[in-house]
C-alpha cells in the first residue's frame, strides 16, 4: 500500500 | 513538536552557524573536511527536496531553506572563496565507500518504494555516516582547533536530542520510524568517541587543542 510517508522532522 | 526536538533543531543550526563563522572570521578552512561538507549538502538537498510540495509548517520550511542555504554557503566557502586553505592532503576519505553502500541500503530498506521516500531514506543513511571524513580529518592531524571541537560537540548533539524526541514521540504519539532511529543511533555512536575527548578535555593538559588518539 501507498503509504504518504509524511515526514514532519527536519 | 517537542522540546527535545526543538533543541535538537537549535544545536543544529548553531552547529552550522559555529562552521560558518569559524571559517568567516578565519577566512581559513583548515581542519576542515570539504568532504563531509559536501555529503551533508547532499543530505539536506535529498531531503528537503519536499520543500516546495509537501507543507509542514513555517518553522518547518524555515529551518529546511535556512539549513540548504548555509550547507551550500559552506561548500562555496571552502571550495571557492578559501580554496587555497582547503587542506587536501589530510581530506582524503573515500567517500564512495559511503556513497555507494548508502544508496543500495535506501533502495533495499525503506518505507515505500516511491523517488521521493527512497531519496529521503538515502539522506537519512548518508546523514548517519557523513561525519567520518572530517572525524577521520582530525584524526588524521592528531588535534582539531577548539572552535572546530564546538561545532561537532553541537552537531553531534543535535542527532542525540533526536533520539530522546524519539522516544518521548514513541510514548507520547505512539509514533516511531526505525530507519530513522537506527540511523541516528549509528549517527550519535560515531561521536562517542569524539564526545568522551570533548568533555574530558578541561581536565587534561593542552585544553586549548583537542587532540584525538588516531
Redesign the interface.
Given at each position: 500500500c501507498?503509504?504518504l510517508?509524511?515526514?514532519?522532522?527536519? | 513538536m517537542n522540546v527535545f526536538r526543538l533543541a535538537g533543531d537549535i544545536s543544529h543550526l548553531l552547529a552550522i552557524i559555529i562552521l560558518l563563522l569559524k571559517i568567516w572570521t578565519s577566512r581559513s578552512c583548515a581542519g576542515i573536511s570539504g568532504k563531509s561538507q559536501v555529503m551533508f549538502a547532499i543530505t539536506y538537498t535529498a531531503r528537503y527536496l519536499d520543500l516546495f510540495t509537501n507543507f509542514i509548517s513555517l518553522y518547518n520550511s524555515t529551518m529546511k531553506i535556512i539549513f540548504l542555504g548555509a550547507a551550500y554557503a559552506t561548500l562555496y566557502l571552502i571550495y571557492v572563496r578559501f580554496k587555497a586553505t582547503y587542506d587536501h592532503n589530510h581530506d582524503t576519505f573515500r567517500v564512495e565507500f559511503l556513497l555507494i553502500p548508502t544508496v543500495i541500503l535506501s533502495v533495499l530498506i525503506n518505507h515505500d518504494f516511491s523517488p521521493l521516500e527512497i531519496l529521503w531514506t538515502f539522506s537519512i543513511y548518508l546523514e548517519s555516516v557523513a561525519i567520518l571524513p572530517q572525524l577521520f580529518m582530525v584524526s588524521k592531524t592528531g588535534e582539531a582547533e577548539s572552535i572546530t571541537s564546538h561545532y561537532l560537540f553541537a552537531l553531534g548533539s543535535y542527532r542525540a536530542l533526536y533520539i530522546i524526541n524519539w522516544v518521548y514521540r514513541y510514548y507520547a504519539e505512539g509514533f516511531y520510524d526505525l530507519i530513522a532511529i537506527v540511523a541516528g543511533v549509528v549517527q550519535t555512536v560515531l561521536y562517542c568517541d569524539f564526545f568522551y575527548l570533548y568533555i574530558t578535555k578541561g581536565s587534561r593538559a593542552n585544553a586549548t587543542e583537542m587532540s584525538i588518539e588516531a
Open positions: 501507498h503509504r510517508t509524511q515526514h514532519d522532522e527536519l | -
